[in-house]
């Protein structure tokens, strides 16, 4: 008996102290989350912003202009449903509540400071917000049917310098709120008159969203995931869980709280197989490596057959891009519902790195293929646009930078 328990008792010390480290550490990455806080809601003026806002938020930002807790469900359908940000066409609200309301708050959108579509309708967005701060939004259509990808920035700049990418050489600047994070998804809408919100099985043209712009978002968690409840919420935008997916370069603390909170799909920014290479690309490894990155897919809690977790690959000639690289690959995401997105490197002034030729990128295709997980090769798109992440806002503070004042 004892010779059986005993182990069973340290099997259990050790699963609490495990616990009580990623819980320690979960609170370590929020705290510092917040000193990169976004400015307040609150204009100049005083009138507050109401997109960004929980329910209970709004709600309680109504009582204290003593407005009831239903204005909530009418606001609510108009803001996120109908798309409005006047609220002089809110037809169900009386005119002198309406005239209450625009004094007292705002229904904002983020300026397109610049707005790029290329050859292939790939159209990239710079958004400026109020404090002056830009970021970047792009939308890439499916051409084949009449839907397409939304990829939103959850910070301005990276903490993270992953070396293939563009904006990791941008120090991170703060935190986009989450007024900011759904503001970007309402504007590109805006762009393409996609009002009011399609119900149900409707097709969507702005029909999936991929948290995979600038910065980490899992090291701006609360407010992306406030965000991502907004736009989920049946009653306004109502973009299923199943249409997001959120890609990390490997934050694991957070990556357990993101699949049991919002139940959104996960996707990870792998790069190399190997940790001494990948500490080099994507130097969060260093903290987090492969094979706890690997444990912590193994258990992500909304993975399954028919929503499979994607492990990103970006193929560098000569660096992460040969069989014995591919043949790794398959062996560390055996038994894992996967699929490997090849994507090749789409250069960009100052980086050394070389995309992998058609030949390799087709060879390393084909041993992921033949081991049973999907590999698509992610064709770069926007070719003729500034595309890699990162540089239409470098472009435009040079431009900036070079105004006269
Ligand atoms: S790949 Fe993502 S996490 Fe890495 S530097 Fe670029 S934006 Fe940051």
Redesign the pocket.
């Known amino acids: 008996m004892t010779a059986v328990s005993a182990p069973a008792t340290q099997h259990t010390a050790d699963t609490g102290l495990a616990a009580a480290l990623t819980d320690a550490e979960r609170q370590r990455i929020l705290a510092k989350s917040a000193l990169f806080a976004p400015p307040s809601g609150v204009l100049p003026d005083g009138r507050r912003e109401l997109v960004g806002l929980s329910r209970e938020e709004m709600t309680q930002a109504l009582l204290e202009i003593g407005e009831k807790p239903f204005r909530t469900k009418q606001l609510w359908h108009w803001i996120y449903h109908q798309g409005v940000t006047d609220f002089e066409r809110m037809s169900s609200i009386a005119r002198p509540l309406q005239a209450k309301l625009a004094e007292r708050f705002v229904i904002g959108r983020p300026e397109a400071a610049t707005v790029q579509t290329s050859n292939d309708d790939t159209r990239k967005f710079l958004f400026r917000f109020r404090d002056g701060q830009e970021a970047e939004t792009v939308y890439i259509p499916d051409r084949r049917e009449d839907r397409g990808a939304v990829c939103i920035s959850s910070q301005v700049g ?1 903490t ?3 070396t293939f ?1 563009h ?2 050489t941008q120090k991170l600047v703060r935190n986009l709120g989450a007024a900011e994070i759904v503001g970007q998804f309402m504007a590109a809408r805006d762009s393409y008159g996609e009002w009011p919100s399609p119900r149900g099985e409707t097709p969507r043209l702005l029909s999936t969203i991929v948290l995979m712009g ?3 978002p899992l090291y701006n968690y609360e407010n992306i995931a406030k965000a991502m409840k907004i736009i989920m919420d049946g009653e306004g935008i109502g973009l299923s869980r199943r249409r997001i997916t959120l890609s990390t ?1 490997g934050v694991i603390p957070m990556m357990d709280q993101c699949g049991s909170e919002l139940g959104i799909n996960l996707a990870i ?1 792998l790069h190399a197989v190997r940790n001494d290479l990948r500490d080099e690309i ?1 130097p969060l490894n260093r903290k987090y490596p492969i094979e706890e990155l690997i444990a912590a897919c193994r258990r992500y809690p909304a993975a399954s057959n028919a929503r499979r977790i994607t492990f990103e690959y970006i193929m560098l000639r000569g660096i992460n891009d040969s069989e014995a690289d591919a043949r790794e690959l398959v062996r560390l995401i055996a038994g894992i519902p996967a699929k490997v997105n090849l994507i090749p490197f789409n250069p960009w002034p100052g980086s050394s790195y070389k995309p992998s030729t058609r030949e390799q990128l087709a060879k390393f295709a084909q041993i992921v293929m033949d081991a049973g997980f999907a590999s698509p090769i992610r064709m770069p798109r926007g070719r003729d646009i500034l595309a890699a ?2 540089q239409l806002r470098t472009e435009s503070q040079r431009e900036r930078r070079n105004q006269p004042a």
């Open positions: 990276c993270l310098s992953c990418c904006t990791g600038m910065g980490e370069s920014s994507v992440c990162g």
